[in-house]
Structure formats: structure tokens, C-alpha cells
């Protein structure tokens, strides 16, 4: 069992940069494979970037890569995502999700899930 909570949400203007952070409970942290995702009012949501235990591998949807950069420190029982040059199209809540397995592009293959945290860029 894991347990997260995301932060750093907040407006930004485009072309700006946030650092979003999310914490997990649990001594099995460095053992998940860590996801992003996202959802914007009236869509379903997406992925964004996803990393595996060791960070040895990253995957990033093709709308980021480039501009986000996921992170992760086991030691510190949190996964980050650094993004810049944002744009008024990334505004969404953003959540971060985790497996005990390989990391996966799918949102149905992660069994816990933060809260999310609110992204606002502004034009």
C-alpha cells in the first residue's frame, strides 16, 4: 500500500516553468514505478510522463517531451516533474500514480493515485 500526495500546482503564465512534487508513504517506495497524468475540465485523462524504479527508464507522451522532465528520489520517497515552456493547453489537474511493476503508459495498470494538484497557464 502506498500513499500520495502531489503539490506545486498553481497559475502560471505561459512560457513559465513549475515543479510539481508528490510524496509517497511507505517503505516500498523505490520499488514502484512512478506515473504522471492529467486531466483537463471535459477530457479524459492523459498520460505525461512515467518512470521506473531505478530511473533507469522514462517515457514521456510526445506533447511534452522536451519541455518536462520527470524525476525521482527514492531516499526522499518523492517523484517530481519539472515543466517549462508551458502552455495554456497543459492547464489540468495533474496526478501522480504508482505500480508495483514496470512503468506503463496506462492509467488503469496503476492502483494508487494522489489527489492531484491544480495547473493554471495563463495566455
Known amino acids: 500500500q502506498v500513499q500520495l500526495v502531489e503539490s506545486g500546482g498553481r497559475l502560471v503564465q505561459a512560457g513559465g516553468s513549475l515543479r510539481l512534487s508528490c510524496a509517497a508513504s511507505?517503505?516500498?517506495?523505490?520499488?514502484?514505478?512512478m506515473g504522471w497524468f492529467r486531466q483537463a475540465p471535459g477530457q479524459e485523462r492523459e498520460f505525461v510522463a512515467a518512470?521506473?524504479?531505478?530511473?533507469?527508464?522514462?517515457i514521456y507522451a510526445d506533447s511534452v517531451k522536451g519541455r518536462f522532465t520527470i524525476s525521482r528520489v527514492n531516499a526522499k520517497n518523492t517523484v517530481y516533474l519539472q515543466m517549462n515552456s508551458l502552455k495554456p493547453e497543459d492547464s489540468a489537474v495533474y496526478y501522480c500514480?504508482?505500480?508495483?511493476?514496470?512503468?506503463?503508459?496506462?492509467?488503469?495498470?496503476?492502483?494508487?493515485w494522489g489527489q492531484g494538484t491544480q495547473v493554471t497557464v495563463s495566455s
Open positions: 500514480a504508482a505500480r508495483s511493476s514496470y512503468l506503463s503508459r496506462n492509467e488503469h495498470e496503476y492502483p494508487y
Open positions: 511507505g517503505r516500498t517506495f523505490s520499488s514502484y514505478a
Open positions: 518512470i521506473n524504479w531505478n530511473s533507469g527508464v522514462i
